[in-house]
């Protein structure tokens, strides 16, 4: 068959994203505050975006109208602008009853008793001199509020006070900056010594100086350090805690018969001993100036309603709220002339107006899923978590006719604030764990919760391993294998049936 080349016509069909689809999108899966961002961003570019007046944040201004410029000499004859536009000084001072000199008079000479009047009474006559100083007789309530002392501010001020060498002064300010939040030495102190030219001896001089200051603890290079320096000022750090200290790995293994041979001590020692080390602050850094941590802010309230169904309603404060100034539009488009200038306020009023269709859109889109959600786990907000359902998205998609990935970007970055709680929304959806007896399905996280409970009650001389309680779920009529129950384990940080038998143990000795 011979090749050939030929043109022709081909009607298909093809689902096309367009910008705004692809933004709308977007804007479902973004958090509150990204919303928010991206909001105040659009506020900025579209002059003919405006806040709504019912918003906290209070009216929004109007764009105000340009005045008429009017010439000054088409106004000449009003006597009002003849004055305003008389610059000269003899007409400034008569306007304003006063003189421009703006010289204050000599101490003692005429006038400085009305001056002295008029200071306050802790006023200084250095006041005006240094940063510190001020212009005016006015103070500033806010200079004397006290500011919150950092870690960084806390050990220079230490310094200024052990460290008298200018040399290990600045050795020591080098070393204080490499401290992190949680009072750690980031960094080599060879590395140091290398970079400033001086001899490591030095260096780690300094540092244990550094070492004693408060926090005790601060400046260690590592736990085991930070624990040693606590335990030396306390008077503890005898010859068993040095070696206990020097094997913490056992210690968090909770391996108590290798941590005895390794001190050579009996067990109400090496209990004692573990107290002493579980008193002590592993992170001494953080009592200054640590982040403030921020709490989530639900978009979903759910609270119990008296015919005992459930209210499903949108956190108004995560919703960003703005309106189209179509006054403002109708003025400026009557005055413009060029066409790029209409073209451009065409754009603005199309896109000022798809946003906020966009907006309540993605409002009416949360409210919809969540309410599914909660028809779906009503069993989980009335008896708890044991009762959690296994969901996943295409149950939610399907009851409330759209497409999977839609619920996805929904519940991303999405909180429910329930009476159980504040929730994630994509925690209601769990992978389905079957039943021993052919019955309903049951959740994994309800699954998890059980095995927790299951481990928590067990005795010290009875601890469950994870084929055990494989055998106790399936009692209960869950069908479960020995390694998911042992990475359902792991992911809540609970230690194998050896580790919690020693832990127990020890407990029970120390007791």
């Known amino acids: 068959?011979?090749?050939?080349?030929?043109?022709?016509?081909?009607?298909?069909?093809?689902?096309?994203?367009?910008?705004?689809?692809?933004?709308?999108?977007?804007?479902?899966?973004?958090?509150?505050?990204?919303?928010?961002?991206?909001?105040?961003?659009?506020?900025?570019?579209?002059?003919?975006?405006?806040?709504?007046?019912?918003?906290?944040?209070?009216?929004?201004?109007?764009?105000?109208?340009?005045?008429?410029?009017?010439?000054?000499?088409?106004?000449?004859?009003?006597?009002?602008?003849?004055?305003?536009?008389?610059?000269?000084?003899?007409?400034?001072?008569?306007?304003?009853?006063?003189?421009?000199?703006?010289?204050?008079?000599?101490?003692?000479?005429?006038?400085?008793?009305?001056?002295?009047?008029?200071?306050?009474?802790?006023?200084?006559?250095?006041?005006?001199?240094?940063?510190?100083?001020?212009?005016?007789?006015?103070?500033?309530?806010?200079?004397?509020?006290?500011?919150?002392?950092?870690?960084?501010?806390?050990?220079?001020?230490?310094?200024?006070?052990?460290?008298?060498?200018?040399?290990?002064?600045?050795?020591?300010?080098?070393?204080?900056?490499?401290?992190?939040?949680?009072?750690?030495?980031?960094?080599?102190?060879?590395?140091?010594?290398?970079?400033?030219?001086?001899?490591?001896?030095?260096?780690?001089?300094?540092?244990?100086?550094?070492?004693?200051?408060?926090?005790?603890?601060?400046?260690?290079?590592?736990?085991?350090?930070?624990?040693?320096?606590?335990?030396?000022?306390?008077?503890?750090?005898?010859?068993?805690?040095?070696?206990?200290?020097?094997?913490?790995?056992?210690?968090?293994?909770?391996?108590?018969?290798?941590?005895?041979?390794?001190?050579?001590?009996?067990?109400?020692?090496?209990?004692?001993?573990?107290?002493?080390?579980?008193?002590?602050?592993?992170?001494?850094?953080?009592?200054?100036?640590?982040?403030?941590?921020?709490?989530v802010v639900p978009d979903v309230f759910v609270r119990a309603a008296p015919d005992a169904s459930w209210i499903i309603e949108l956190n108004t404060d995560t919703l960003p709220k703005v309106l189209v100034n179509q006054t403002y539009y109708a003025r400026v488009a009557g005055r413009t002339k060029k066409d790029t200038d209409k073209t451009y306020l065409s754009d603005c009023l199309q896109s000022a107006a798809w946003l906020v269709r966009a907006l309540d859109q993605r409002a009416k889109t949360i409210l919809k899923v969540a309410t599914e959600i909660v028809r779906q786990q009503d069993a989980f907000l009335t008896q708890g978590v044991e009762h959690l359902r296994p969901l996943n998205l295409k149950t939610v998609a399907d009851a409330i006719g759209m497409h999977e990935s839609t619920v996805s970007r929904v519940t991303a970055n999405k909180y429910m604030a329930t009476p159980r709680g504040t929730f994630e929304l994509k925690f209601f959806f769990t992978s389905a764990i079957a039943a021993a007896n052919g019955g309903e399905a049951h959740s994994a996280e309800a699954v998890r919760h059980r095995i927790k409970q299951l481990i928590d009650a067990e005795a010290p001389n009875d601890v469950l391993s994870d084929d055990t309680i494989v055998e106790k779920l399936r009692e209960a009529g869950i069908d479960i294998a020995r390694r998911t129950v042992a990475k359902y384990r792991e992911a809540m940080r609970i230690p194998s049936s050896v580790q919690r038998r020693r832990e127990k143990q020890m407990r029970a000795a120390a007791v």
């Not at 096309?16 to 509150?32: E, G």
């Not at 006041?127 to 100083?133: I, W």
């Not at 509020?145 to 501010?153: M, N, P, Q, S």
């Not at 030095?202 to 350090?225: D, I, T």
Request: glycine share 6%.
């Open 1 to 295: 068959m011979a090749l050939s080349q030929r043109l022709q016509l081909r009607q298909t069909q093809s689902l096309v994203m367009t910008p705004q689809l692809l933004q709308a999108i977007k804007l479902l899966q973004l958090s509150h505050l990204d919303l928010s961002a991206y909001v105040e961003g659009e506020l900025e570019r579209n002059p003919l975006l405006e806040r709504d007046a019912g918003e906290d944040n209070g009216p929004a201004e109007q764009p105000a109208e340009p005045e008429p410029i009017q010439n000054a000499a088409e106004g000449a004859d009003e006597p009002w602008i003849a004055d305003t536009l008389d610059t000269s000084r003899e007409s400034i001072e008569a306007r304003l009853d006063t003189d421009l000199e703006n010289v204050f008079p000599d101490e003692g000479g005429p006038g400085a008793s009305r001056l002295d009047d008029q200071k306050p009474a802790a006023y200084s006559e250095w006041s005006g001199v240094g940063s510190g100083g001020r212009d005016d007789d006015d103070y500033n309530l806010e200079a004397f509020v006290a500011a919150e002392v950092t870690l960084a501010d806390h050990l220079a001020e230490q310094l200024a006070l052990a460290v008298t060498d200018p040399a290990e002064r600045l050795i020591g300010q080098y070393l204080l900056d490499m401290v992190n939040e949680a009072g750690y030495l980031a960094g080599d102190p060879a590395e140091v010594a290398d970079k400033l030219g001086c001899p490591p001896e030095r260096v780690e001089a300094v540092l244990e100086k550094l070492q004693a200051f408060n926090p005790s603890g601060v400046c260690a290079r590592n736990l085991a350090e930070c624990l040693a320096i606590q335990l030396k000022e306390r008077d503890r750090f005898d010859p068993a805690m040095q070696a206990l200290v020097a094997n913490l790995d056992l210690l968090a293994k909770r391996d108590v018969a290798a941590l005895k041979r390794k001190c050579a001590v009996s067990d109400e020692d090496i209990a004692d001993m573990i107290g002493e080390i579980k008193r002590l602050d592993p992170k001494p850094g953080l009592r200054f100036g640590s982040a403030v941590v921020q709490p």
